[in-house]
């Protein structure tokens, strides 16, 4: 789904279009009833750990699958992801192939089966909060520091897949982002699920040293969240002069490409793009376009570690 979040969605209160747009959340809320009621299936010989999110995009759920995964391979357990196959999702197939066993198939239990065969000890599920046919060992759920909830409103007429009060159901949570305050939302979370682990985490970039904050940059994205990849780059003094959004998962044409590069010269400015993005670009037409490479920094990792280990 190639989706351009209205900017309505992230409003801190619902607007007037949110509202009129209530009787169309209903579907919404009788396929969460459904699901809920829906009896989960264990899968024996494998432990398994969703990392997924009820904020739709944005929340910085890969990075976290492939810091989850980094840690259990650290602990020695054979360990693999699993993510449901999409046709337009293939940045985020790319980026999490190159580093571990990636099962993609269209449905997550035939992937979860692959795995056993193979030996996999530990699958970590890139999204799958809302598939309740797998009875999940660990279940975590993401939000960005910035968009929290958004207007706190179901799909169509805010960004969300479950309701806030869906946290009692999710083992912990991770804030992500650059750092902000959420004390606020820390407060909200313990009111829904008292126990409930709580972790945050931010983004730290990898290859700063790649870009001179003497020079003028555009920046492009198709991700879910484009402003948190514009703080991490501002928090670091680059000069941005040009930013361009896509919508999430976007798949990017040569006539993209060349028009990007166009602006980019008229300005004067070099060109920066996320790692997500830049895999999705021909490399015959990556000429003169830079990502950034980011790692994800949780803060009490030490707690997390000792948290996963007691569940596998």
């Not at 992801?81 to 980026?95: A, G, H, R, V």
């Amino acid at each position: 789904m190639k989706l351009k979040k209205p900017n309505f969605w992230d409003y801190k209160k619902p607007n007037f279009i949110a509202y009129l747009l209530l009787p169309l959340t209903i579907p919404i809320i009788v396929n969460n009833f459904l699901i809920n009621i829906k009896k989960s299936k264990s899968i024996k010989n494998i432990k398994s750990i969703c990392v997924g999110n009820i904020y739709i995009g944005g929340t910085g759920k890969t990075p976290l699958t492939l810091k989850i995964t980094k840690i259990i391979h650290e602990l020695n357990y054979k360990t693999g992801i699993i993510k449901k196959f999409y046709s337009n999702q293939f940045d985020e197939q790319k980026l999490l192939e190159r580093e571990y066993k990636l099962y993609c198939k269209s449905k997550r239990e035939t992937s979860l089966n692959d795995a056993v065969k193979d030996g996999i000890q530990v699958a970590v599920f890139d999204d799958g909060l809302q598939d309740r046919s797998i009875s999940y060992d660990l279940k975590f759920i993401c939000f960005n520091n910035e968009k929290w909830i958004g207007n706190g409103f179901l799909i169509p007429s805010g960004p969300l897949r479950e309701k806030i009060n869906s946290i009692y159901k999710y083992d912990a949570i991770f804030f992500n982002g650059n750092e902000e305050n959420i004390s606020d939302y820390k407060e909200i979370v313990k009111k829904y699920n008292p126990n409930i682990k709580i972790f945050e985490s931010y983004y730290s970039p990898v290859n700063m040293n790649k870009f001179n904050i003497e020079d003028k940059y555009l920046i492009f994205s198709g991700i879910g969240n484009p402003d948190s990849f514009k703080k991490t780059l501002s928090k670091n003094n680059i000069n941005i002069v040009k930013t361009i959004n896509f919508p999430d998962h976007y798949k990017y044409t040569l006539k993209d490409i060349n028009q990007i590069k166009l602006i980019a010269k008229n300005l004067n400015a070099k060109i920066i793009t996320t790692e997500k993005d830049y895999v999705k670009i021909d490399t015959k037409d990556n000429e003169g376009i830079e990502f950034l490479q980011i790692n994800i920094i949780i803060k009490n990792e030490n707690e997390l570690i000792k948290f996963i280990k007691s569940k596998i």
